[in-house]
């Protein structure tokens, strides 16, 4: 059926009507929500709307990434501000955000046994690194305890940790250490060579301190053999390792063999670091060797 022409005219003009009404109400609503002042005229039979159309805002700026805290090298300092509770700090730098820290810890009440701190640390933002789940030990003499290390507002000049070793209840320490100056570390540079050199210091096993030197032939080999110290004194029944590093330090291994006088080391494999750094004036070598449970051996010598 056809409609006649006087509804259809009648019905477009209703259509059209309501169209206009839809695009006002959309203008409206539009104006509402805010913006300048550029318009567009909307003609209706009945009236006229302004519709001003919102300008693009500015977008605010986006704020930059903070990257990871950067820790590497050789740090030095105190626990809880005491200057007679020195500590070594050696950060070296892992896969991806993860470092591996060794720490020599020397009590004023024996100068030359040092308690040693090793675990992982995972770099975060602003200065703060987080100690890494069941990676630290600490070895205390004949003893060896769990513990967790967290840095705060550290960079590569300086750190700040928080230090808790759990022994029959928790203990927590501040460690505040600098980094060693350039002219005396610089984590960048190959390894001092210590192809025939002389060292005279104190080792340190558990509860025993004794004195004795440490010498390297004209191809690094090292050679204790002169030391007082039974373990190590049977250059025979002994393997010493010692690989170079390029960011100045030494990747050190230690297997002893049936040295029946000796039973705390006897037939171990020791694995650690050694760092030389330039202190007092002279060139100080700090070694560290452990055996995985949670025991360890360390150097200290001058030259």
Known sequence: MTTPLHLRLGL??????????????????????????????????????????????????????????????????????????EFLALVVPEVGKTVHVYGW???????????????????GVEG????????WRVTEGVSSYPATVNASSSTLSQ??????????????????????????????TTPISLSSSSWNGYWSSKANTPSGAL????????DASSTAWNCLSDKAALTWQWTAKSSNFYKVTLTLGPITSCSDWEKQRLEGVATVSKQNGVDQLDMMLLDGKGAGISYRGTR
């Open 159 to 188: 750190l700040l940790a928080d230090l808790s070793i759990s022994r029959s209840s928790a203990s927590s320490y501040k460690l505040r250490a600098n980094a060693l100056p350039q002219t005396a570390y610089d984590i960048n």
């Open 128 to 135: 703060n690194a987080a100690n890494v789940p069941q990676s």
């Open 105 to 123: 810890y020397y009590n004023a009440s024996d100068v030359h046994l040092a308690h040693l701190y090793e675990g992982q640390l995972e770099l």
């Open 215 to 222: 010498q390297f032939g004209a191809d690094g080999t090292p």
């Open 12 to 85: 477009s003009h209703y259509y059209l009507q309501s169209l206009s009404r839809i695009c006002a109400l959309g203008a409206l609503l539009l104006c509402a929500c805010g913006g300048a002042p550029e318009t567009v005229v909307s003609d209706d039979s009945a009236t006229k709307i302004i519709n001003p159309i919102p300008t693009p805002t500015t977008a605010k700026p986006t704020t930059p990434v903070t990257q990871a805290t950067l820790l590497a090298g050789l740090y030095k300092g105190t626990l809880d501000g005491n200057p007679n509770r």
